[in-house]
């Protein structure tokens, strides 16, 4: 029986590839260091801005909701103390305002 040799290299022994896998994996190393150390500073940054805001506007929407409840109240307790008879008064009020308004169209016509 004749055997065949293999005659190409065997990719998974170190020993005998001289490929620079070691020199691809230190300079991978140190770009993701890099990436890492950057993003971190990134971060930092962002968090700077972002908590204090989140801060403002959580403080923003409290005080507008408290603003809004506090309008309805005040709303409420002024419908609560209207005169029942104020529409009987505004109608009256009106009659005599046309009545002016007549009074001055003659005086303004008389002294022209």
Known sequence: MTEKKDNTKNPSSPETDNSPEPEALA??????????????????????MVYPAIFIFGILGISGFWLIYSLTS????????VDPKMERNLAAMSENLSALSENVGIMTNEVS
């Open 27 to 48: 300079k991978l190393e140190i770009a993701l260091t890099h990436f890492a150390q950057t993003f971190e500073a990134s971060a930092r940054r962002w968090e700077r």
């Open 74 to 81: 005040d709303v409420h307790e002024l419908a609560s103390h």
